[in-house]
């Protein structure tokens, strides 16, 4: 029932003040910078653009996923964030559409869960085959008495039943990292070919549909299908709104408490709803909502009892009552200084067929404009958030108090909301509204409200009102970000096959400077050449301890990290990335040789050309995300390398690409650290 309400407080500055207004419909970027990472919308399950919530990917508590993320490739590589960063297992996780990243302090770094190998633990697999047309997983012995370098050798064979498929895969600089080592055959099912990975399924599809051309690779979504299958945690899952409150104080009242029960609704199985409960309910939710996106929030109660307690003369005028209730909860949010006051009831009336949602404002206050906006907000936020989960109602007005009570005139307001009168003896100082989420005493609306979805979209509604009530400086998306659609990669090279491995010792070995050992989970791969594009010569395991040679130069896997060992492993030489091996001796510094000795291998048919002369030079600009160098002259082209802020690179040639900013498609070829490729011009401090 309504409990007769006022409004809050704010300083005769804030009064006086006119903020800019956002629409309703108008929530900005699709995804911006924010404190210490980057905050994205695209996978918060609304249509692209018409809604503020999302996830935040940051360095937040000395765990660096922001840094992961873009170490990984970023959105081209990992796609856009499908959680909140939660504990998972006893470590901190973040979902993203094609994987899951976990942090591993042990290493200082995160490392790509093996989605496809927990949901064969989970019990999935059956799951999988029936909904996602996933094959089973190879037998258990398929791997029996085999060293580590076999069972890469032959499982990565696997991929040799489909060239399509294994072009698609090798056409990822760091297969292995990115999607991990098949853990199925081929299969045929039916309209496409399939291969189960441990990170990611790979299909090809023999006819055209509504996703891919008939021959084309589509790769499953990792990140997506844990989420689907229900492999994380769900309170890891709702999205939230972006941590740009600042820091500003908002009253939540959740009406009634203690004896004051309000309305309630009793179900023929025994069930009975009482308002103050509903109410408390959900103002915790929009309460931990707010705190995420750094609001200050300040319940007027946290628990089911009377706010005035123990009882007391509020007001002055005896004896202790409602108004004093109600006077103690208008004092807290002016005593916070509050810049906005929410009251959170549902709904009650004799008549059971009223039905739908209601929210009041006073219209005799200085602020009553912004009262009536932020009541607007609220309505619309609330029939979005309802319809959302299927249930949309024909009924959602706006109203001032007096209306609700009979008309204008002395007296006739709620006392959270009205001025100064013989009743309301100290107004709230700040725009407010009280809001009647659905009418408990109608019977579909109270059934609604035994559905927590229901209480979680009101709940999230109430919070993104308050969001977009207040102006926010959302900035721009960089240029270098990716767009929400890109357009398919170009068709991956062929690839050569495997060559066979001698397990041998070399006559003459050389000598080793020291020894290392793995130290990442998911073992490391050792490269023909120092380059992740390199052809590669073996796996080797976590914990594999390996003779270092020399310690050389080459691709800048993460970014200003140029360092590779030349190393031996079970007889075989090869190049491993300095940054997944853990020395166990002092090493030299790495040798500025621009051609490292090769391992024992033939010399390629063509000699590698001179290196071209740079016609100029250029820095990457300061944006705090750094750029990616690309193999082609658009966004969609696989990602070269990350370069950081302030990285000086070599400018080879101006040419014509993507206009990745409207008309500006200026692009350059360049070098950074050895390696070539294209950065987009407007990144470029020339």
């Known amino acids: 029932m309504l409990l007769l309400l006022v409004l ?92 899951i990243l976990q942090w591993r302090p042990e290493a200082g770094q995160a490392w790509m869960v093996n989605v496809f190998d927990l949901l064969h633990d989970r019990g999935k697999d059956s799951w999988l085959q029936t909904v996602r047309s996933t094959p089973a997983p190879l037998p258990p012995d398929f791997d029996k008495g085999k060293q580590w370098p ?83 945690p769900a309170d890891g899952l709702t999205p939230d709104l972006p941590p740009l409150g600042g820091g ?59 706010v005035n307690s123990p009882p007391q003369l509020v007001t002055g005028h005896p004896p202790i009552g409602l108004d004093d209730e109600l006077q103690a909860r208008v004092d807290i949010a002016n005593n916070a200084n509050a810049q906005l006051f929410l009251s959170i009831h549902f709904n009650g009336n004799t008549n059971s067929k009223l039905h739908g949602s209601e929210v009041y404002y006073s219209e005799e206050r200085p602020y009553s404009s912004d009262s009536k906006r932020f009541a607007s907000l609220l309505l619309d936020n609330v029939k979005r958030g309802l319809a959302s989960i299927g249930y949309g109602t024909d009924y959602a007005v706006v109203k001032t108090d007096w209306q609700a009570l009979g008309g204008p005139g ?71 970000a990716p767009s929400p659609s890109p357009s398919p990669p170009a068709p991956p090279p062929q690839v050569p096959p495997a060559r066979t491995i001698s397990t041998a010792p070399p006559a003459e070995p050389a000598p080793a400077i020291g020894q290392g050992r793995v130290i990442n989970a998911t073992g490391a791969l050792m490269r023909a050449q120092p380059s992740t594009t390199a052809e590669v010569v073996q796996g080797l395991p976590n914990d594999a301890t390996l003779d270092i040679l020399q310690a050389v130069e080459g691709q800048s896997v993460n970014a200003g990290d140029p360092r590779w060992y030349r190393a031996r492993y079970n007889g075989v030489e090869g190049f491993v990335y300095a940054a997944v091996v853990q020395e166990g001796f002092p090493v030299s510094a790495p040798a500025p040789s621009p051609s490292p000795p090769a391992p024992s291998k033939p010399a390629p048919a063509n000699p590698v050309p001179a290196p071209v002369t740079a016609i100029g030079q250029g820095t990457i600009a300061s ?64």
């Not at 995804?31 to 996978?43: E, K, L, R, S, V």
């Open 8 to 99: 809050l407080m704010l300083s005769s500055t804030f009064v006086t003040m006119h903020w800019p207004i956002r629409s309703a419909d108008a929530v900005g970027p699709l995804d911006f910078d924010i404190p210490n990472g980057h905050f994205y919308t695209q996978a918060n399950g609304s249509p692209a653009g018409t809604d503020t919530l999302g996830y935040a990917v940051t360095n937040d508590s000395g765990v660096p996923l922001w840094n992961e993320f873009q170490r990984y490739g970023g959105f081209a590589s990992l796609g856009y964030p499908v959680s909140r960063r939660m504990t998972w297992d006893g470590f901190t996780v973040q979902a993203f559409q094609k994987g």
């Open 623 to 686: 944006s705090g995300k750094g750029a990616r160098m690309r193999a082609e002259p658009n966004i969609s082209a696989p990602v070269v390398q990350a370069m950081p802020d302030g990285a000086s690179l070599d400018i080879l040639q101006s040419v014509t690409g993507q206009a990745v900013d409207p008309g500006d498609g200026r692009w350059y070829r360049a070098r950074y650290n050895g390696i070539e490729g294209f950065v987009y011009a407007a990144v470029v401090e020339t």
């Open 410 to 480: 002395p007296g006739q307001h709620f006392y959270l909301l009205g001025p100064v009168s013989n009743i309301i003896v100290r107004p709230s100082l700040m725009p407010a509204a009280l809001a009647e989420g659905l009418f408990m005493t109608n019977p579909t609306d109270a059934l609604a409200l035994r559905d927590e979805r229901t209480l979680d979209v009101i709940a999230r509604a109430y919070a993104t009102a308050i969001y977009r009530y207040f102006p926010v400086s959302i900035p721009a998306p960089s240029p270098s």
């Open 150 to 232: 076999d069972i890469v050798r032959e499982r990565l064979a696997l991929l040799n039943d489909n060239a399509a498929i294994k072009n698609a895969y090798f056409a990822n600089a760091d297969p292995t990292t990115f999607y991990g080592l098949p853990v199925s055959r081929v299969v045929d099912n039916g309209n496409h070919f399939a291969i189960r990975l441990q990170r990611a399924v790979f299909q090809q599809w023999k006819v055209d549909v509504p996703w891919a051309k008939a021959g084309q690779v589509t790769v499953a979504n990792g990140g997506d299908i844990a989420k689907e299958a229900g492999l994380l």
């Open 248 to 306: 500003r104080v908002v009253v939540i009242d959740p009406g009634h408490g203690g004896n004051e029960v309000g309305t309630s609704s009793k179900f023929s199985d025994g069930t009975i709803l009482r308002e103050k409960d509903l109410n408390l309910r959900v103002a915790l939710k929009v309460a931990d909502l707010l705190t995420r996106a750094a609001f200050k929030p300040v319940l007027t109660r946290t628990t089911d009892r009377a």
